[in-house]
């Protein structure tokens, strides 16, 4: 299950990392193993029998001590926290998932795009790169949803290589925190719109480890999961789920999502160093 949508996935390659296993068979494109979670149809009328199922089968209940490797106290209030920050976004055809971020770093929007909507106040949102990469040259064909409202939405910058875009949508809302703090086998959730769900679903984890742009968490997402927030046990976004990687033999996941990193967002699309991005726009 290669990209799916016709967009084309970018050239990133992602060094092999040991970490009980070895993973030097792994070393491949993004184009080749990574099963993404490309612009997929537009999310479809849900069989599921509960909005408050949690997919997960790790054990989150071992702590160090430390809150970031325990389960959030209360794990229904982070998911509807996090549920209130996600958008759903459409491009042509397709859709992903986007997360709204609460930054006092300003974007480096491309000179011909703009933040100014006729009327209201916007919020930034992140997404991945190949969620929206139909819509560059065609941005009448981008939307967003905002639990079940729709919303305009304007594109302000991308980077291919690295799988990450902001949006602005016409729409004030708070957004998600940040942090640049990731130790290895901390707690993390991707909340995203997987295919065929019209509500946002969370999926548990923990970071395995950080290499160059990415990190790499042991949950899989799904097609539309694309562009979702992985948050830690405090609430804060760590990374953008953009990919699922698999093994290049067997063609099979191996259950390991790709994050492009928060500090990825400060060399590639905001104006900002890895401290000022976790300020708070509510602080100005």
Excluded at 173 to 197: I, K, N
Aim: hydrophobic share 40%; glycine share 10%.
């Amino acid at each position: 299950m290669p990209g799916r949508g016709g967009s084309s996935a970018p050239g990133l390659v992602l060094g092999a990392i040991a970490v009980g296993i070895s993973l030097a068979a792994l070393l491949v494109t993004a184009g080749s193993a990574l099963l993404r979670s490309d612009v997929t149809p537009l999310l479809q009328e849900s069989n599921a029998s509960s909005e408050g199922e949690v997919a997960s089968d790790v054990d989150t209940s071992a702590t160090t001590g430390d809150p970031l490797f325990a389960k959030p106290l209360d794990l229904t209030d982070l998911i509807r926290d996090v549920r209130a920050a996600v958008v759903l976004v459409q491009c042509g055809g397709g859709a992903g998932t986007g997360w709204i971020i609460d930054t006092a770093a300003e974007p480096n929007i491309r000179g011909d795009r703009s933040r100014v909507f006729d009327s209201g106040a916007g919020a930034l949102v992140v997404t991945a790169d190949h969620v929206i990469r139909d819509c560059v040259k065609d941005e009448s064909a981008l939307s967003a949803v905002v639990g079940e409202i729709p919303v305009d939405a304007r594109l302000l910058t991308w980077h291919q290589t690295e799988d990450i875009a902001l949006l602005e949508i016409n729409m004030d809302r708070p957004g998600l925190p940040t942090t640049t703090l990731v130790p290895q086998g901390s707690w993390a959730m991707s909340v995203g719109y997987p295919y065929e769900f019209d509500f946002p679903v969370p999926l548990i984890g923990r970071v395995i480890d950080h290499y160059g742009p990415v990190q790499y968490v042991d949950m899989t997402i799904q097609p539309g999961n694309s562009g979702s927030p992985v948050v830690n046990s405090e609430g804060e976004v760590v990374g953008t789920a953009v990919a699922s990687l698999e093994d290049p033999s067997s063609k099979l996941s191996i259950g390991w999502t790709v994050s492009v990193t928060t500090e990825t967002l400060c060399q590639k699309i905001f104006d900002c160093d890895a401290n000022s991005i976790t300020a708070s726009g509510n602080d100005q």
